[in-house]
């Protein structure tokens, strides 16, 4: 019980930041903090992805005045490439959304999610 | 919306964060970093000067700057480099490595001190997208202040 | 030449996005642009079309020496970015290009009063090369980013018009929509990252087993692609999205959201092909969605007033035909002799909707859109007698409304009567869902057809005249291939759709890169 915690332990933070994100998302009434909460969510796939990534014993794939033992354990690149692709991808995603809540306040005069619903049916 | 403190340290910052950004482009290759971080980098060094200065004096400093143009300059850089490649291979095909041109020299293996004259496209496809990430990032941010209604400044 | 068509074909809009934003006020000059690069890219996707259906899988691999090398030497799995075009692809790339061809010839004149237009055509442009990219991939992870920018590019065009407070609110929703189905992918790359070691969509297919953890990534894959095309217990965001977006950009936005059904097709036929076990459940799953989403889509149809909305009900409604069409021949995927009886046919119904829809639809939502240009509302009571102003638009909205409703000789007849007569022998109960939807079908566009065109003129239409060129061009387009497609369907059927199924059905072909290893 004590090893298995101990090397689950990201894989929980990650399950912790999904609920929460989604809590965030669905049930608080102001537009800023659902943005929020889909931030929280990007984070927390993108610590999942880095997190399937560890190797016991491993070492960083960089041959710039590595240390001698590092020649043959060294770890692929593949998941710091994705979680970076995802990073800056949320970056653009959240820059939209807080303009897109910029010209909503603009208009509506609210940020309270259930008061801007003009278009319905 | 700026003080005393803000803007005597954004003076004697302000350069060293634009050089280390410019460090982390260019040597992306050898250690961590690249173009997405070196751009950002450089971009919160920008984004620095946007908030330490009064609202008409970033109006006035930034029209002159080409924001949009180093935008598809980057863009365009990036896709041109990878045409190269289309020459004999296949698209974005590593054809500068090894060859003779600027940034071609020949990788060692293994174990090295880290030589900058080494990546082939490598460096070129960094110094494009961080320029594109700078001039993005810093155009975002702008135009969310340029928004705001007028403040009372402070100085 | 030939072998790069891939690569060029996703660089050749990209590099047109790129360019655009340059224009700074010559709005006529960058209208030009946007309509000759997408003009070559349909050129483009028709030649990789013809070369795919004769040649079998194109393969490109980024990066390699030669396009073909899916495997270097001294490596046993695949390790670079690969594009693998199969005929489902090329398929779903000339319906891309074409719809992005024929928004760009009306926005011309439609968007001429707006300002901002080179970042509309930069993000037109943008949009049809995230399509592309998602239509043309064999990577997992390459279809989450291309996934990501068509859903971004199209959120902003909602968002477009934002002297209105209502498109702002549109995009929100459907950038959120977007963004939480697209980080769920993600998620479920990460689990088959996590296992297998490698991102390659025919790798992880040969590989993948029935586990608990690989049913959660199908499970997670299959909702978020169901929620990114408008099924229907996630269909909120379709109606707005598509009622604020500038007419001319429906076409593409249809596509993508059609893209998003491609890749759910190619996550049940090519990823999770070698699980026997309960592929026949995920068949049934599919159907239900689909004559659900074919039933509350009409009926939320018949109530609204907005020509827009209405028309955007209509599109949930006619996704269900697809899913159901398709939803058959997974069903049966593994039993060979029903395979060959209906099954085959099922499908083809079903892919050939895919086209039809987009072409019927895009027709329907111009004229609203030319509707709008004229009378500057989109409310049909406020509408009325405009039959003799504008009767070319008259004349697009009838040949569109027969086609949506399924009468015989245009294209909507021949792909329905595909979907009747094969989920008959599946089960009768479907195909009665299917029938009573057709008929609801007609009966709300009599309802807009009655209330728009017909009747006497209303004085303040007194002086309006029919719409630009530019605008009659592109709808006329579209209606000539609906009735080209509804009197030769045979050529249509022989050439690109059942080429297209049968790529689906035999995935042994993809899971060896097209023969190479």
């Given amino acids: 019980m004590n090893g298995s915690l101990f090397v689950n332990f990201p894989f929980i933070v990650v399950a912790l930041l999904l609920a929460l994100g989604f809590y965030t998302i669905g049930f608080k009434r102001n537009l800023i903090k659902v943005v929020i909460g889909v931030e929280i969510l990007e984070g927390a796939v993108n610590m999942f992805i880095v997190a399937l990534g560890y190797v016991k014993g491993g070492y960083a794939p960089i041959y710039t005045q590595a240390p001698q033992e590092a020649v043959g354990k060294m770890v692929l690149p593949t998941p710091q490439a994705l979680t970076l692709t995802s990073i800056v991808i949320g ?24 008061r801007v619903r003009r278009l319905r049916g | 919306m700026t003080t005393t403190i803000i803007k005597t340290t ?88 090894n060859s003779g041109f600027l940034f071609g020299g020949t990788t060692p293996q293994g174990i090295n001190p880290g030589y900058l004259n080494t990546g082939g496209t490598l460096s070129y496809l960094n110094i494009f997208v961080g320029t594109k990430v700078l001039a993005g990032l810093t155009s975002i941010i702008l135009i969310f202040f340029l928004i705001l209604r007028r403040e009372r400044d402070e100085w | ?119 509309y055509y930069a993000l037109l442009m943008l949009l049809e090369a995230g399509i592309l990219g998602m239509v043309l991939t064999g990577d997992l992870f390459n279809l989450f980013v291309f996934l990501e920018i068509a859903g971004i590019a199209g959120s902003a065009l909602v968002g477009f018009r934002n002297y209105r407070g209502e498109a702002s609110e549109a995009g929100i929703k459907y950038l959120m929509v977007s963004s939480v189905a697209s980080l769920m992918v993600l998620f479920a790359v990460g689990i088959f990252y996590g296992q297998y070691g490698n991102l390659n969509l025919a790798y992880i297919a040969k590989n993948v087993s029935f586990n608990m953890v690989d049913m959660i990534a199908l499970g997670l894959l ?48 090519t990823l999770f092909a070698n699980v026997v076990i309960d592929l026949a459940r995920v068949g049934w799953i599919m159907s239900i969605l689909g004559v659900l989403t074919m039933f509350i889509g009409v009926t939320m149809a018949l109530i609204q007033k907005d020509v827009k909305r209405l028309m955007s009900y209509h599109a949930i409604s006619q996704t269900g035909y697809m899913l159901l069409g398709v939803g058959v021949g997974l069903t049966v995927l593994h039993d060979p002799s029903k395979l ?26 111009m004229t609203a859109g030319a509707l709008f240009y004229v009378t500057g509302t989109r409310n049909l009571n406020e509408m009325g007698g405009l039959a003799r102003k504008m009767p070319i638009t008259t004349i697009s909205f009838m040949i569109g409304a027969a086609a949506i409703s399924g009468l015989p000789p245009f294209n909507g007849f021949a792909s329905k009567f595909l979907i009747y007569e094969t989920s008959y022998r599946l089960n009768p109960l479907l195909t009665v869902f299917a029938m009573v939807t057709s008929v609801l ?64 059905i035999n995935f042994a072909q993809y899971h060896s890169w097209g023969g190479l290893a």
């Fill in chain 3, 222 to 269: 299959f909702a978020s692609f169901a929620m990114k095309c408008g099924a229907v217990p996630m269909h909120y965001w379709v109606p707005d999205a598509y009622t604020e977006v500038p007419a001319g950009i429906n076409p593409p936005l249809l596509v993508a959201t059609y893209a998003s059904l491609y890749a759910l097709f190619r996550v049940s036929f």
């Fill in chain 3, 340 to 365: 060959a009886e209906f099954g085959r046919d099922a499908m083809a119904g079903g892919v050939f909707h895919i086209i039809n829809h987009i072409i019927y639809k895009s027709l329907l939502l």
């Fill in chain 2, 10 to 97: 954004t003076r004697l910052l302000a350069p060293l964060i634009l050089v280390f950004g410019s460090y982390i482009i260019l040597h992306g290759h050898l250690t961590p970093g690249g173009g997405f971080q070196g751009g950002a980098v450089f971009a919160s060094g920008l984004i620095l000067l946007i908030v330490a200065n009064v609202r008409d004096k970033v109006q006035e400093l930034f029209e002159k700057t080409p924001l949009t143009q180093l935008e598809s300059l980057g863009a365009l850089g990036f896709l041109g480099i990878g045409l190269l490649g289309l020459m004999s291979y296949t698209f974005l095909k590593n054809a500068i490595a």
């Fill in chain 3, 1 to 119: 030449m030939i072998e790069h068509l891939p690569a060029l074909m996703v660089a050749l809009p990209l590099f047109g996005a790129f360019i655009a934003p340059l224009f700074k006020k010559h709005y006529k000059g960058v209208s030009i642009w946007a309509i000759f690069i997408t003009g070559i890219s349909v050129v483009l996707s028709l030649l990789l079309t013809k070369e795919v259906v004769t040649n079998g899988i194109i393969m490109y691999v980024f990066g390699a020496d030669k396009p073909t090398l899916v495997l270097p030497s001294g490596y046993v799995v695949p390790i670079r970015i690969m594009f693998e075009v199969d005929a489902m692809g090329a398929f779903m790339a000339i319906s891309a290009t074409l719809m992005s061809f024929v928004g760009a010839i009306y926005s011309y004149s439609h968007v001429k009063k707006d300002t901002g237009l080179e970042k």
């Fill in chain 3, 441 to 504: 079908t007609l009966a709300s566009f009599v309802k807009v057809f009655a209330s728009a065109f017909l009747g006497p003129p209303l004085e303040k239409f007194e002086n309006k005249r029919e719409v630009p060129k530019p605008m009659i061009v592109a709808m006329l387009i579209l209606a000539a291939l609906c009735i080209l497609f509804g009197l030769f369907p045979n050529v249509v059927l022989d050439k690109l759709v059942y080429p297209a199924v049968d790529a689906l």
């Fill in chain 1, 91 to 114: 970056v653009a995603v959240t820059a939209l959304m807080l303009a897109f809540a910029v010209n909503i306040y603009r208009h509506y005069g609210t940020l309270d999610v259930t």
